[in-house]
């Protein structure tokens, strides 16, 4: 609901713009161009989308998101304590987590929902909920393929050239948001 005031607000304040500065008549070419360049845009996002989440749904098929559970258990252990005593919780976060990882954010959203429900306790946020929404904001990617989507859609050659700087920014925003939300969590319980 929000979000469509927002939108009203925007297209109004446009038109009143470039009504005010005597563009009005390039109002109607523009919005057409946009709409034609999104749609451009979204087309061809979806079949890296489409690619990437079936991998995910392979990996699953195969058993390499259990495999990667397994993997992963030291570390999920210390950051989400309850996945000892809840597989499907570190199943959820392990797929969550390698879907990020190939920097699928709209596939790792529905395991991450999934964690969420399995992490929740009444009506407050816990302290694993929020390292989970951290480090699912951060979103530590190695291979950033909707980037590259985007790049490459829009004529980029070489859409993997900004790897060394997703993997420096990612890592950092992950571990300082994971201390952040440790360090807070202790503070706020004090």
Known sequence: MIMSWIWTGMVLLGILCGALSG?????AP????????????????AGAICLWSGVGRLMEAVGLTETLSRLFSPLLRRVFPSTKK????????????????LGLGNAATP???QAARRLKQGE??????????????ASIQLIPTNVAAVRSALGCAAPFDILPAVWLTSFTSAALGV?????????WKS
């Open 111 to 113: 395991m991450g929902v």
């Open 86 to 101: 809840d597989a499907s919780l570190a199943r959820d976060l392990s797929a969550n987590i390698c879907a990020n990882l």
């Open 179 to 187: 201390c952040a939300a440790w360090l807070l969590g202790r503070i």
């Open 30 to 45: 523009a919005a057409l161009e946009g709409a034609q360049a999104g749609f451009t845009l979204a087309f061809s996002m």
């Open 23 to 27: 563009r009005g008549g390039l109002l």
């Open 124 to 137: 407050t946020a816990t302290d694993e909920m929020c390292r989970l929404i951290v480090l699912n904001t």
